[in-house]
């Protein structure tokens, strides 16, 4: 597995309890990409951290320079680590990210991260259609009730769907356990 590569997709406090966007199980999400994070960092392999700083007129989370933007303390970057930042939800566009995982060879990317609908979404399917492999930890990631005209989407659902949709073309889902025993 040296040629695989994790990558953390904004796991930032603003998603979390006391942040201005909290998203549903992102504690439990952050936990288990802890985990995934110290099995990569034991075996000594790449890890690109993706941070969001948002730029769009009327943003109200992400804001560049508050604590909300940073990325939070149980996967903290260390020095050896890269951090990609972004301001769109596909984590490959206008950034480094591609050329960074090219340029160690890497073949696959284990994701995890926020939110499960909309920046995962966009990044496991670029990351495929760019010609990785793509492994989606489902447990390390987290994200929001959604509403469609007057219906309330629960969050559970929201997750679920995204990833039976990814599952199989897009990536191979699998949750941290299964993971950590490969």
């Known amino acids: 597995m040296q040629d695989t590569a994790l990558v953390l997709v904004d796991l930032q406090n603003d998603y979390f309890p006391g942040g201005t966007n909290p998203l549903v199980n992102s504690t439990e999400a952050v936990m288990n990409a802890k985990l995934v994070l110290q099995n990569f960092r034991d075996n000594h392999r790449p890890v690109f951290h993706v941070q969001h700083i948002a730029t769009r007129p009327g943003s109200t989370f992400f804001l560049a320079g508050t604590r909300g933007a940073d990325i939070h303390?149980?996967?903290?970057?260390?020095?050896?680590?890269?951090?990609?930042?972004?301001?769109?939800?596909?984590?490959f566009i206008e950034t480094t990210l591609l050329s960074e995982l090219r340029d160690t060879s890497i073949k696959e990317v284990v994701l995890c991260g926020m939110m499960t609908h909309m920046c995962v979404d966009a990044t496991v399917r670029a990351a495929k259609d760019y010609g990785f492999r793509c492994r989606m930890i489902a447990d390390a990631c987290a994200t929001k009730d959604l509403q469609f005209s007057d219906k309330i989407i629960q969050a559970e659902d929201v997750h679920?769907?995204?990833?039976?949709?990814?599952?199989?073309?897009?990536?191979?889902?699998i949750n941290t356990k299964q993971f950590l025993s490969i």
């Open 160 to 173: 679920h769907a995204f990833l039976a949709a990814l599952n199989g073309f897009y990536a191979s889902v």
């Open 73 to 91: 303390h149980e996967v903290a970057p260390v020095d050896t680590e890269s951090i990609i930042i972004k301001h769109t939800p596909n984590s």
